[in-house]
């Protein structure tokens, strides 16, 4: 190891925490490479879309296990550059082996909305290695998060094999990547005793850094603007006319609309928690309120391009989930005290779904007009829900 050590360098241990930590390039270039996953599956949902006139479960099913699949990558990479990151040789490969791993398997992801997951398994197989390697390697040298970095790496390693296996035998495919998926997702929970013990032998809270609260903010925001770009593509300067730019204005305005509740509600939350679940859970409320961007991106070019109810109904469910997801994400964040709104919050979104699911029912133009109203009137209430002291 002393050799590795003087070659690699060692990643910072767990109490080398660094106050305010402040976001690096390396970071930021690496998540804006999560522009081009969600806008593979955006444009793979509406390709088929408009040309089956609707879209099958099972294709919405299999973009939201390869969504889930390659931002459990990055989330996991995420927090161990969150806790562990440095400018030692090992954490540089670490994350450039899983950008190139993680670009490579976006090639494959359009395939596999529509049911072929033999390419994209094996560069997910080779993730799931990765994160084995950078657990392991951690927990030679964190005498603190060893233990529990070790139950990390000796998981994944066992589902590596797992994966291997799916992919010598072929025909279980989707199983084993189900199974590999659920796997990764709930590691924190096996590791859980062993987290416990450490945190309370350092005296250390259970919350979700500054730091990572901002990149989930930046990954929403990078979701927001494959909208946007998906708005710029349909558009198309030259048929536009004045229905086209009237409803280019209007969803401007309604993605403006959703980001101001986003920051309003997220912008200055501090979120500790009693356990590493807790913060787990956390994590992934926040990335499954990118899943509901991402989703109702999918359904508003859909909309646009065949007006079809089916697809309206998409729109306003994925942006009552992303609404769901903020609000929910805001009230596991807020100290005990101000619990006693959860009951008036919760019943105020209710209304705003059932508005939602509504205006599905009236044409494209008036349904996104009504939609900017509802988050107008939702951005004014949580003005006073939310408000911090």
């Known amino acids: 190891m002393n050799i590795l050590e003087k070659v690699l360098g060692k990643p910072r241990i767990f109490e080398e925490q660094i106050r305010d930590r402040k976001i690096s390039w390396l970071e ?8 081009v996953l969600f806008a593979k ?13 609707h879209l099958g479960l099972h294709n919405l ?12 990558g990055w989330n996991e990479i995420s927090g161990y550059f969150d806790n562990h990151g440095n400018d030692s040789l090992f954490n540089l490969l670490a994350i450039y082996t899983e950008m190139v791993l993680s670009g490579v398997a976006i090639i494959f992801v359009p395939e596999a909305i529509e049911g072929h997951f033999g390419n994209l398994i094996i560069w997910l197989t080779l993730i799931e290695l990765l994160m084995a390697v950078i657990w392991l390697y951690l927990a030679a040298f964190d005498r603190t998060h060893g233990p529990a970095s070790r139950v990390w790496g000796v998981t994944h390693l066992i589902v590596f094999l797992i994966m291997v296996g799916g992919i010598l035998i072929g025909k279980v495919t989707l199983p084993i990547l189900l199974l590999a998926l659920a796997t990764n997702l709930l590691t924190v929970i096996i590791a859980n005793p062993w987290l416990a013990r450490e945190y309370s032998s350092i005296q250390r ?11 989930y903010g930046l990954l929403t925001m990078i979701a927001f603007g494959e909208i946007i770009a998906g708005l ?12 086209k730019l009237t409803m280019f204005l209007l969803l401007m305005v309604f993605a403006a609309l959703l980001t101001a509740v986003y920051y309003q509600v997220l912008g200055s939350l501090k979120i500790v928690r009693h356990s590493s679940i807790g913060i787990m859970m956390i ?14 991106g999918s359904f508003i070019i859909l909309s646009l391009k065949t007006g079809a109810y089916h697809f309206k109904l998409g729109f306003s469910i994925s942006t009552v989930a992303y609404f769901a997801g903020v609000i929910t994400t805001a009230i596991f964040g807020i100290e005990e005290r101000e619990h006693g709104r959860t009951i008036l919050r919760y019943s105020l979104l209710f209304i705003e779904a059932v508005a939602f699911l509504a205006i599905a029912y ?6 996104i007009i009504a939609a900017n109203i509802i988050a107008i009137i939702m951005i004014i209430q949580r003005k006073f829900l939310f ?3």
């Open 41 to 53: 599956i955006s444009d793979t949902l509406v390709e088929i879309g408009v040309e089956h006139h």
């Open 387 to 389: 408000v911090r002291s």
């Open 283 to 296: 994590g992934y409320l926040f990335l499954a309120t990118v899943l509901a961007v991402v989703m109702m």
């Open 205 to 215: 809270e259970h919350q979700v850094s500054d730091s990572m609260i901002e990149r």
């Open 28 to 35: 930021l270039f690496y998540d804006l490479m999560f522009a």
């Open 362 to 367: 009236l044409p494209v133009v008036q349904m």
């Open 232 to 243: 710029y593509e349909w558009i198309n300067v030259k048929n536009a006319d004045s229905s």
């Open 61 to 72: 099913g299999y973009a939201i296990v390869v969504f889930v699949w390659l931002i459990w």
